[in-house]
């Protein structure tokens, strides 16, 4: 990331909404910013006149998402930079009603994200909706019930020494924040990170996927019919615009993908000192204790295993059971996965399939190159004209097994066995850092042990998966799983700058700080700072 000499930060003194109540001309930016949010952006729901405003304004060009060039992406940057100085994404009467906008758009337009999501994984609408759709209508919900509240201003208490004086926290957004978003889940871990930076104030630059294709043309053409490009822009993703966006200046990066890539962001982010979110993912275990309810285990794992065919960051990676209950568990596991997708799992409508055949290929190794001593309990067959493997157990595997060396990110699920726990704790140390970790045993004290001994990003305990469904409290990784968090509140001040501001009178002036000192101002310091 190196500097390209952009425009200089400076607070706008009032919106542009207050400069027309004032009868002053706005700065010539602005001008066709205030036509755009009266024929547009005061409407709540997408139309024609939308489309027709925008043509007449010229404001989306033809070649919209396209970049021939570095050059064409700084200089998309420094408009929406330029666009962030003129204060209008500040007021969250704005934000609020980009909001409502983004939450009509997508009620008029489900069919075809979820039909988006499908064509690129295989996902049943129901999934789609359960795992995508629906939770990014949760994030927009809750923004639309508690914005006002969390971008109000916030006093604090003062310390005594800086009588007379008061403290306010000011929750400001940082700028132009791009959005780097992955193929798995190509909607909501595009739009999630979307709502909460809008929420913030910030102007976004979106980049999905070029791995997930229809789902990244549905988020192109959303951008393009409802955000002026200068506020809301949404690159088509390419080699080279991977590249030219590590060359752009931004104020802040939100990545979700590999750990290889997190490092390579955050290098390019360190050039200059910008703010990174990373969720990056990892190998997250399941223990399973011998007091467990095996048959819910097995159910609720075989469940989070599927989701997806396996292609989920927090998904179950490897299973560490008790040897006591190994067997049942993988008896189990197999009903299950039976009961859900039927006898011919790839023939199952509600099966999803890889997202590629690099993908694909790569699964299908892990399974095949097991050692010996290994065995397939139950699964193994797969269909290369849909992509789709069959969820696989492999039983017998050990922490050098070709199954250990990686995130799988697919519907294969080794099964490691022990009789001390501390034998599971110290391989979870050895790949250091999970996403998430899951937990099955009925014992509080065993649940406790587990996540005190674990350093992971969240857990779950008797379930898999859906802490990461909750915005009422953050979601995000720790060292190789990630760096930050968002969702709900977190989100917000994932996307934002507290500036702290304290404000003294110029009534009285105490004189304790200034020059000479005395004995007499010693004890003043002392008393409005005591040691203890």
């Not at 399973?288 to 075989?302: K, L, Y």
């Not at 139950?378 to 969820?391: K, M, V």
Request: hydrophobic share 40%; with cysteine; charged share 20%.
């Amino acid at each position: 990331m190196h500097h390209h000499g952009r425009l200089g930060r400076a607070a706008p003194a009032v919106t542009a909404a207050h400069l027309l109540s004032l009868n002053r001309s706005p700065p010539p930016l602005v001008v066709p910013l205030l036509s755009f949010e009266r024929n547009v952006l005061m409407s709540e729901t997408p139309s024609a006149a939308f489309t027709s405003s925008v043509a007449a304004a010229t404001l989306i060009p033809n070649n919209y998402g396209v970049a021939t060039s570095m050059a064409d992406v700084q200089n998309q940057i420094n408009e929406m930079e330029a666009f962030f100085e003129t204060g209008a994404t500040l007021p969250v009467d704005f934000r609020l009603r980009q909001l409502r906008r983004l939450q009509a758009y997508l009620l008029a337009h489900e069919r075809e994200a979820l039909d988006a999501l499908h064509a690129d994984l295989g996902k049943s609408a129901f999934e789609s909706y359960a795992t995508e759709l629906g939770l990014v209508y949760d994030e927009i919900r809750l923004y639309l019930k508690k914005l006002r509240q969390w971008a109000r201003p916030r006093h604090v208490p003062t310390p005594l020494a800086h009588f007379p004086s008061s403290s306010t926290v000011y929750p400001y957004p940082f700028g132009v924040a791009a959005v780097l978003s992955p193929w798995n889940y190509p909607l909501q871990l595009t739009l999630i990170p979307l709502v909460d930076a809008i929420g913030a104030g910030n102007c976004v630059a979106m980049k999905p996927s070029k791995t997930s294709p229809h789902t990244s043309q549905f988020l192109r053409d959303m951008c393009r019919e409802l955000f002026d490009p200068r506020y809301v822009y949404c690159w088509h993703g390419s080699n080279e615009m991977n590249d030219w966006l590590l060359q752009v200046e931004f104020d802040k990066i939100m990545f979700t993908g590999s750990p290889r890539v997190g490092r390579e962001i955050m290098a390019a982010a360190a050039q200059n000192l910008t703010s990174v979110t990373l969720e990056l993912g990892g190998k997250s275990p399941v223990f399973i204790a011998t007091d467990a309810d095996i048959r819910r285990a097995a159910q609720r794992i075989a469940w989070g295993k599927c989701l997806n065919s396996g292609q989920t960051c927090v998904g179950p990676d490897y299973a560490l059971v008790h040897e006591d209950a190994a067997d049942e568990f993988v008896e189990e596991l197999q009903r299950w996965i039976h009961e859900y997708y039927g006898e011919d799992v790839l023939a199952s409508p509600d099966y999803p399939h890889m997202i590629n055949q690099k993908h694909f290929d790569m699964v299908c190794r892990l399974i095949d190159d097991r050692p010996q001593g290994t065995r397939i309990a139950f699964g193994g067959r797969r269909n290369p004209e849909t992509l789709q493997i069959e969820p696989t157990v492999v039983t017998g595997v050990s922490i050098d097994d070709p199954l250990m060396s990686q995130e799988i990110f697919g519907p294969a699920l080794p099964v490691i066995t022990w009789r001390d726990v501390d034998e599971a704790l110290d391989i979870v140390r050895s790949i250091k850092h999970p996403l998430a970790c899951y937990i099955f045993s009925e014992s509080r004290p065993f649940q406790r042990h587990i996540l005190d001994a674990v350093r992971c990003g969240g857990a779950t305990i008797n379930d898999v998966v859906i802490h990461a469904s909750s915005n009422a409290m953050g979601f995000g990784g720790v060292q190789n799983s990630g760096i930050g968090a968002y969702h709900g509140k977190v989100g917000f001040d994932a996307f934002t700058h507290y500036k702290s501001t304290m404000k003294k009178s110029t009534l009285i002036e105490t004189g304790i700080r200034n020059p000479p000192f005395n004995e007499r101002k010693m004890r003043l310091l002392k008393l409005v700072m005591p040691g203890k």
